[in-house]
């Protein structure tokens, strides 16, 4: 008796999990899209269907009346700490990122376009494979949550010493001082979790563009508490 309705309370959990499998692979992919090919997609969602299946069977209807309202966030977030634990932004990448920033700025100034890796190897004297490995660590980690890019290594002592209510009017004071278009770049990248693709289809801005504008609000929020 107690074995059948044990039965029947798994076959109900793995019936939930697989109802909503396919919004997992949906945000599999679409968080693919917004990173390098050097991440398989299919990691992506191994990951939120194993988080899936834990929550469905946790998952208590009497606390939470909207399964998937309950398991979105926690899915996301899996996927998330899948990325993080790949240790992209080391300190020696951080730094070289932080080089690769600057030359890339400094030759869009007189070329109007952004520089291959191998005119960033000539440029910082670096080997392409490093150069490339750090486009691509950046690249990653311009998809977490603003909290993470704030608090990386040493810079984020500063900002943790911060309040998050000031932390946001900062945020808010920074993002003031960009135009009404810039702005949206931030909201549709962050909020609406578009591609730099969609982004500069609707605005019409180059993706290299929207790429600048991202780094310059994290540079400008990070200098304006000091880090």
Known sequence: MLSA??????????????????AVKAM???????????????DLSAIGTEELIKLARRY????????????KKRVYGAMLDYLRSLDI????????????????EEYRLTNDEEPTDEELATILDES????HDARIAS??????????????????????????EELINIIKTVLGAYSER???????????????????????????????????????IKESVGA
Do not use: C
Request: without cysteine.
């Open 60 to 71: 208590d209807e009497k606390l939470n009346d909207s399964f998937w309202g309950y398991a």
């Open 139 to 164: 690249t990653i980690y311009a998809v977490m949550p603003l909290h993470d890019q704030l608090n990386v290594g040493d810079e984020g002592a500063s900002i943790a010493m911060i309040e998050k």
């Open 5 to 22: 309705y044990t039965q029947e309370v798994k076959h109900k959990e793995d019936e939930l999990a697989l109802q909503y499998l396919p």
């Open 182 to 220: 810039e702005q949206l770049i931030i909201q549709f990248y962050y909020f609406e979790e578009l591609t730099l693709k969609e982004i500069s289809e609707i605005l019409n801005i180059t993706e290299s563009r929207i790429s600048q504008i991202h780094k310059s609000v994290i540079h400008k």
């Open 89 to 104: 932004v080391s300190r020696a990448s951080r730094k070289l990122i932080k080089a690769i920033d600057y030359a890339v």
């Open 28 to 42: 599999s992919f679409r968080l693919k899209e917004r990173l390098p090919s050097s991440v398989d997609y299919m």
């Open 128 to 131: 392409v494979e490093k150069i």
